[in-house]
């Protein structure tokens, strides 16, 4: 059963960067589809970011694209999302999350997931 913390939240004044990370245990993510998503208060949970397997091939969704990067350290067994130039927008909970059996049609679903995180908060101040 693997275990996802994520650590990095904070408040930030808009234009400023976080990087948040995803640390796992009980399992390997090398070959995981490890994601990001986030949920702002009174909405839904909504896909940011996700690196594909093993292979690399990231995606990410159109509010985000240009400003944040997914990636992974399989030798710390971590997952990161670093954020660039934040928006008040961008304030959210969000959540790390991972699945060795995800096909890539649905890599944007929240209910593709088997493993999450308790996830971290993020204040973008205007």
């Known amino acids: 059963q693997v275990q996802l913390v994520e650590s990095g939240g904070g408040l930030v004044q808009a234009g400023g960067s976080l990087k948040l990370s995803c640390t796992a245990s009980?399992?390997?993510?090398?070959?995981?589809?490890v994601a990001w998503f986030r949920q702002a208060p009174g909405k839904e949970r909504e896909f940011v970011a996700a690196?594909?397997?093993?292979?690399?091939?990231?995606y990410y969704s159109d509010s985000v694209k240009g400003r944040f990067t997914i990636s992974r350290d399989n030798a710390a067994n971590t997952a990161s999302l670093q954020m660039n130039t934040l928006e008040p927008a961008d304030t959210a909970v969000y959540y790390c999350?991972?699945?060795?059996?995800?096909?890539?049609?649905?890599?944007?679903?929240?209910?593709?997931?088997?493993?999450w995180g308790q996830g971290t908060q993020v204040t973008v101040s205007s």
């Open positions: 999350a991972a699945s060795s059996t995800i096909i890539l049609s649905t890599v944007r679903r929240a209910e593709s997931y088997h493993f």
């Open positions: 690196l594909f397997r093993s292979g690399g091939h990231t």
């Open positions: 009980g399992g390997s993510l090398r070959r995981d589809t």
